[in-house]
């Protein structure tokens, strides 16, 4: 059995509160093979010339100039036609390919990495082109930007310094979500929608300010949680290699046995474990009843769940949990959605039609001319009408926001927590020839009562903070006690008040 050795630093801080986890999206470290691991524990109209690259790029003619006029007279290569993009990860149909086409001449490089990167350069800026949420491409002339990139390109010697090149080139759109990963990164994307990897077990973070990678979690019941590995614990080796200088991704990929031999490698107590890499599904749902009894004796029982992502089987997942706890006679909800960055926006849609009924609006779309499209249920039957509290805070992002908006706007949840994180954005995701991957901001969000979700975020009802507390009490866990600390939890104590407000006044939402 293949093994894989890693060095962690471990560290003797408790796990995370439910609403404490970081806001950073962490990766999951992955693919069975065992993993021996080190832990510290602490705390991118010329005629072309016989030397020229033409290039056939589909789309809109923004000014109507010819492309090739600063690309004459260099190395030849062949040549790509841009049609449109295949991946899509909002519930928007694809737009259809524009029938006008650009001829573009460009430098060549001898490299031939970097050739095939300049290739992924038009490839990337044509879809841009066409589709990005913002016709004025934040007030820049980009068929320029184009020859100014492909220029820059030319004389380097990497296919990375050539991608960081079309990295840049996106960055000067304002939009950070719009981006290039490579075909590796691409990979993990991928792997983490789907719900499984192989691997170890463990999520992995890059601390800004030192560098450390830190345990963010690890999945219940698997090889990392079983040897004992904790949030906070610190990563310091894998298979006897240093981590130093590598970034979550570059780890993740070791974990799964992936790792490049050309990786750096090399007071606090260290320990070694050894781990077997496993197929392991990655939940992003736990549940939990809260029971507590009234003044008058009379128990009632509160049904938790918190969703961590959205993943391809979230509702699935959540259908499930909400009919068990149905099943018991759970008679109000908490959906905690504090910390979720989103995922599949669709997964966030499927969610919001277990807790509503009828044909009512779930969100709005708005394109790039302005055109606004709501996005409705058909004929939905929720599996329950008991009142139902949201949790929502700064880490709740992009299908949370979209989620959180749903139950709001259509008057079925009340929200407590903290405004969320502002991305209303949807992302078509294209793989481009050379196993990279494209996101495209192309249109954005807005809640069915037509409020702006991006760069604005989603307020709650109620603000949770202990002083606004007027019946506080440790409620007790009955079910999955891995869910701890709920006692501790303010924002849970607020939500169970907003429940009890809903009961008394014979309120089903």
């Known amino acids: 059995m ?15 509160l439910p609403g404490q986890v970081r806001k950073a999206l962490p990766r999951p470290a992955a693919f069975g093979a065992r993993a021996r691991l080190r832990v510290r524990s602490v705390g991118r109209e010329e005629p072309l010339h016989p030397q020229q690259t033409a290039v056939r790029a589909s789309g809109p003619d923004h000014g109507g100039r010819a492309l090739g006029q600063a690309a004459v007279g260099f190395a030849a290569a062949a040549v790509v036609s841009l049609t449109g993009f295949s991946g899509d990860v909002s519930p928007l149909p694809t ?3 524009r029938a006008e086409s650009l001829t573009v001449a460009f430098p060549v490089s001898k490299a031939r990495e970097v050739n095939r990167v300049q290739r992924t350069l038009v490839e990337t800026w044509g879809l841009i082109r066409e589709t990005f949420v913002d016709p004025t491409f934040n007030h820049q002339d980009w068929d320029q930007k184009l020859q100014q990139t492909m220029v820059e390109i030319f004389p380097l010697k990497s296919a990375d310094a050539a991608y960081s090149k079309i990295s840049g080139m996106l960055s000067t759109l304002g939009d950070p979500f719009t981006r290039i990963i490579s075909p590796k990164e691409y990979q993990s994307f991928r792997i983490g929608s789907d719900g499984n990897v192989q691997g170890v077990g463990v999520f992995i973070n890059k601390e800004p300010s030192s560098g450390r990678l830190l345990v963010m979690d690890c999945i219940q019941g698997g090889p990392a949680d079983r040897a004992g590995i904790h949030e906070g614990d610190e990563l310091v080796e894998i298979d006897g290699k240093s981590v130093s200088g590598l970034d979550g991704e570059a780890a993740a990929q070791r974990l799964r046995g992936r790792g490049t031999d050309d990786e750096r490698g090399g007071g606090l107590r260290q320990k070694e474990v050894q781990l077997s890499r496993e197929i392991i599904n990655l939940s992003p749902l736990s549940t939990a009843i809260i029971s507590h009894r009234t003044d008058d004796g009379h128990e009632c029982k509160t049904g ?31 959906l905690d959605l504090r910390n979720n960055p989103g995922g599949l926006v669709k997964a966030g849609l499927d969610v919001a039609q277990i807790w509503l009924d009828g044909d009512e609006t779930l969100v709005n779309t708005i394109d790039r001319e302005g055109n606004v499209l709501p996005i409705n249920m058909i004929q939905g039957h929720s599996l329950t009408h008991d009142p139902l509290v949201v949790l929502v805070n700064e880490g709740s992002a992009s299908a949370s926001e979209i989620l959180a908006g749903a139950l709001h706007d259509n008057g079925r949840a009340i929200l407590v927590g903290h405004r969320t994180f502002g991305k209303g954005k949807i992302q078509s995701v294209t793989e481009l020839d050379d196993g990279s991957a494209l996101f495209i901001t192309v249109a954005k969000y807005l809640s069915p009562a037509l409020h702006e979700i991006d760069q604005v975020g989603i307020q709650p009802d109620i603000q949770c903070s202990p002083d606004i507390l007027s019946l506080p009490r440790a409620p007790s866990l009955r079910e999955n006690s891995n869910a701890t600390n709920l006692e501790m939890d303010s924002c849970i104590m607020v939500a169970e008040q907003a429940l009890e407000i809903q009961q008394s006044k014979g309120s089903a939402s």
């Open 2 to 16: 293949e093994m894989v050795e890693c060095s962690l630093v471990a560290t003797l801080a408790p796990r995370p």
């Open 95 to 97: 737009p259809p390919a």
């Open 304 to 334: 938790y769940v918190r969703l961590a992502s959205f993943y391809q089987t979230a509702a699935a997942e959540m259908e499930n949990a909400v009919k068990r706890m149905e099943d018991i006679g759970v008679q109000s909800y908490i």
